[in-house]
Structures are given as C-alpha cells and as structure tokens.
C-alpha cells in the first residue's frame, strides 16, 4: 500500500537539504518511515531534539557523571555544578528573579500536581473556587478536580466562544472573592488559541486570587518574563522546546514556596532528620526528594542555549510563515473542516476530513511518512463540548519545511480520494 500511495507524489517528497537553517541539527530527520522521509508534524505532543542537546546528556554521563548535592569528590562537584547551571538557565530563561524560584520535577503534569498538593491543600478549603478553562489539558484539570473533592472547593469551567477564544466576559462574571486559584492554560494544545494571560493575571488578581499559567505549549513558541507576567506559578515541560523528557520547571514566586509543605520525603528535601520528626531545606530542594534528573537538567539547559543562539525573532518569524502556507494549503483540501480558528493563535491545526474517524486519517497519514497527532489529544471534554470523538492535529516547528507541507496537502488529497471524500 504504501508504494502505491505515494507513486503520484515524488516530486513533491520532502528532503533534508531543503528549506530550513535549523534542519541539518536535528538527526531523526534522516529516519525512514515505511519507506518515505519523514514528515515530522506531532511538535505539539514533542519535539525532536538537535544534536547539541544529545551531545550534552552524552558528554555528562561519559565524563563527569556522579550524583550531586552530597558528594565531596570532584565528579559530585562537577555534576552538582551543570545540575544547578542548568537551573540558573531556566531562571534567566524565562526572567524569574532568582534561580530559588526554579524547581525541576518530572513534567508539566507533575508540577500542577505539586502545587495542588502543597500550595493547594494549604490554601485551599470549603467554599473556595477554582476557576480553569474549557480548553484545559487533563493535566491543569483532574489535579484541580481532585483537589476540590479533598477540601470541599468548586471547580467552575470558564467557557470559550465558537472560535474556540476565551470568554472574558464570562471569566469576569465568574471571578469573586470566592475564587482563590485561576489555573490556565496559555496556549490550547487542541486549539492553538493563545490566551490573554497577562490580562487573566490582573483581573485574577484584582479579586486576590493566585493564578497558575500552565505554559506547556506557549514555552516553545514565545519568549516568556514571568516577572512581567507576574503569574504566582507557571509550568512546562522540557520535551516541549527540543530538551530531554523526564524533566519539567515550576515556577513559583518565592514568597508562595517558601509557604509550601513538602510534598515528597526523602534525599535532598531534608534539613536535618531525627527518629521522631525531620525539618526541611529551603526551596527548590524542599521539593526535589530523592536523586534527581541530573543528566535531563544539563540536556535541558544545551536545550536553552540552542534556542538562545537561533533567536526568538528567527523561531516566530519562521512558524509565522510556515503556518500561514499550512492554512493556505488547507484550504485547497476537499471535506476538511478546521477545529478552533481564533484571532490569535499559534502554528497548531486541528482539523477533521469529512466523515473520516481520525485515527483512520493519521493511520494513511503515517503510510506515507507523516507524523501527525489524532484523538482527543487529552482534553476529552473539550471534544465533547465540540461534539466530536477527536481531530487530527499537524504542529509545526521551526524544522518543518514549505516543501513538507506541499507534501502534507497532497497526502490529505490522496486520503480524502481514497476515503471518497469529495467536498
């Protein structure tokens, strides 16, 4: 099957020599799949990791290895060292006033779950409200939900217009001095809608409640000032901007985790331990128990510089152009219906081709070498709320080329002819 799709389209087949500066770092772009090149459009789920980030992690565990925190010895030394390097990158990264605000946890999902549990068991009790989005990944969602039903909270659901935007108008209805938490995504993973979060941020504040921005898809795509933002938390995922897995940032401002129980125990978290009782450090290690993603860290960091030396005007700049040719492309491709199509949005489709079950899509898809994302990507209410089982999503990234998207719309043509999809 698969050389029988793709004979009418080997001109259009994309190659690793064409079309973006940033290509040639990244290795899986050389990877075959089921014979094609592949077309690598699941960014929003992860992105592919250049060279440098490969070298580091490589580099670490071949000639500096050791744990870190507690060794005297000079490779503990020097692992402890890039660890908490790493850290003060991050803090830079996103402009946080110190590298204390910095905690490493396992992703994006296990620093909602940590505030929740710390911030949020402390702070939260019955008659509070938390208000989240409709467009919320299950993440910055079942944390909260699960929070509510410990302290006898609400979760109230800020709902979104046609276009898939926020409802302000809605959010300033909901909030009160009730609402002690607004807990918001700031770029939809499904939608692609940007969130007004600084605006969120004010009017949440106005009401003196907390506000936690979960960044996991805004992280890749924009420069971020949490001091600007002035947010009390903020989240995201090292996978999501080119770093390793296994290692995610929370950001908070010190005076809230100086506040915050520990919610782990074990390791580094400790201050001093009898048989009775122990007293804990100070954040970030409060919250670090056990050994930590030492390796991640340093890949995270290569990670960093490498966004830093492309720069953030040649990334958007970049995306910008390729998202508008996807748009453009889309629009030529017969029953394909576009999911979510706010003003302000970033280089995210979701889209469905008509009648087709997604899955059935991505699966033809993938036989000619292009990797997209299909389902309800996480966020199973807001499907619901669209009435419809899931979409197939392609996400761009500054490694996607002209020629690929060329290549995608001629591959959806094939599918949507194959499936009898005809307008």
Not at 10 to 18: F, I, N
Not at 230 to 251: E, M, N
Not at 375 to 384: E, F, R, S, T, Y
Request: hydrophobic letters at 40%.
């Amino acid at each position: 099957m698969n050389d029988r799709i793709g004979n009418d389209m080997t001109d259009l087949k994309p190659s690793a020599s064409q079309g973006s500066p940033f290509r040639d770092e990244f290795p899986e772009l050389l990877v075959k799949v089921h014979g094609h090149d592949l077309v690598y459009l699941d960014n929003a789920s992860s992105t592919l990791k250049p060279m440098a980030v490969l070298d580091a992690e490589r580099t670490f565990y071949s000639t500096s290895y050791a744990n870190v925190h507690r060794g005297v010895h000079r490779l503990s030394q020097m692992a402890t060292e890039a660890y908490e390097d790493a850290r003060r990158k991050v803090a830079n990264f996103i402009v946080s006033r110190s590298a204390n605000e910095i905690v490493f946890t396992k992703g994006t999902t296990e620093a909602i779950n940590l505030v929740a549990n710390t911030w949020g068991t402390t702070c939260i009790g019955s008659g509070d409200e938390i208000l989240v989005s409709a467009m919320e990944h299950h993440a910055n969602l079942v944390p909260w939900q699960m929070l509510c039903q410990r302290s006898g909270a609400t979760l109230q659901i800020v709902p979104l217009n046609d276009a898939g935007a926020l409802d302000l108008e809605a959010l300033d209805r909901m909030l009160s001095p009730r609402t002690k938490l607004v807990a918001m995504v700031w770029v939809s993973n499904i939608l692609g809608t940007v969130n007004p979060v600084e605006e969120i941020v004010a009017k949440a504040h106005r009401v003196g409640a907390k506000v936690l921005v979960d960044a996991a898809q805004a992280i890749a795509h924009r420069p971020i000032n949490v001091q600007s933002l002035g947010a009390d938390f903020l989240c995201f995922s090292s996978h999501k901007i080119f770093g390793p897995t296994g290692i995610g940032v929370l950001y908070g401002r010190c005076e809230h985790l100086d506040l915050m129980p520990p919610w782990q125990g074990g390791g580094d978290m400790i201050r001093e331990v009898e048989y009775s009782e122990a007293t804990y450090a100070d954040p970030p290690l409060r919250f670090e128990a056990g050994t930590p993603p030492i390796a991640q860290a340093i890949g995270l960091g290569a990670a960093i510089d490498c966004i830093e030396r492309w720069s953030w005007q040649a990334i958007q700049s970049r995306e910008e152009a390729l998202y508008t040719h996807l748009q453009e492309v889309l629009d030529h491709v017969p029953g394909l219906r576009r999911i979510g199509y706010a003003k302000d949005r970033i280089a995210v489709q979701s889209f469905l081709l008509g009648d087709a079950h997604p899955y059935d899509v991505g699966m033809l898809l993938d036989a000619m070498g292009i990797a997209v994302r299909t389902g309800h990507h996480c966020g199973q209410p807001l499907m619901k709320r669209l009435g419809i089982p899931g979409t197939v999503r392609a996400s761009l990234s500054i490694y996607n080329t002209h020629q690929e998207i060329e290549y995608l719309g001629h591959s959806l043509h094939k599918v949507a002819h194959m499936l009898g999809i005809s307008s």
